[in-house]
């Protein structure tokens, strides 16, 4: 069945550091990829996403690209920000959202 | 108010308890759903609601029974629940049943099972 599979956690980056959260799936068929982010207290809120290959997601500085040929949807920002501590999560999508576990990053200034 | 709203936030219930999570979302959706999250553990989806009507539940134990009236409120009802049943549980709404964009969640129900 489908899956997600994400970097292991917790990572833990400075101020203005460059992020890189690795994600690759695993489908039958052709789905749409997204990020999430769950904030401390909170539900997830939808960051970016992308629905065909090559297409690249962006918000808030965040950036992602559907990767056919590597079944990748890595999460990149080039200067990453204490408000930017949470959990972030990869989940693809054919006939139902499937998540990956999880990562959990922070910022410290 | 806006968005998907829970309620409680945090619920402490004994094991003989029964006790019910509410869902309410504002915008116009017609497909609501359950998850589960728990520690160092992948989202775990329990139901899924259609226009009303169920149409996933994800092997859920009994003691956990999903009520959705209408297209805007989802109930999850829970009785003799276990320890291991300590979690948050999101609710999350979107239009059809497709997740193509993107699913609206809840902050969350903190559920503690002593």
Sequence with gaps: GDSVTQMEGPVTLSEEAFLTINCTY????????????????????????????????????????YRKETTSFHLEKGSVQVSDSAVYFCALSESKLVFGQGTRLTINP | ???????????????????????????????????????????????????????ENNSVPSRFSPECPNSSHLFLHLHTLQPEDSALYLCASSQGDRPTPGYTFGSGTRLTVV
């Design chain 1, 26 to 65: 695993t489908a039958t068929g052709y789905p749409s990829l997204f990020w999430y982010v769950q904030y401390p207290g909170e539900g997830l809120q939808l960051l970016l996403k992308a629905t065909k290959a090559d297409d690249k997601g962006s918000n808030k500085g965040f950036e992602a690209t």
């Design chain 2, 1 to 55: 108010e806006t968005g998907v709203t829970q309620t409680p936030r945090h619920l402490v219930m004994g094991m003989t308890n029964k006790k019910s999570l509410k869902c309410e979302q504002h915008l116009g959706h017609n497909a609501m759903y359950w998850y589960k999250q728990s520690a160092k553990k992948p989202l775990e989806l329990m139901f899924v609601y259609n226009f009303k009507e169920q149409t």
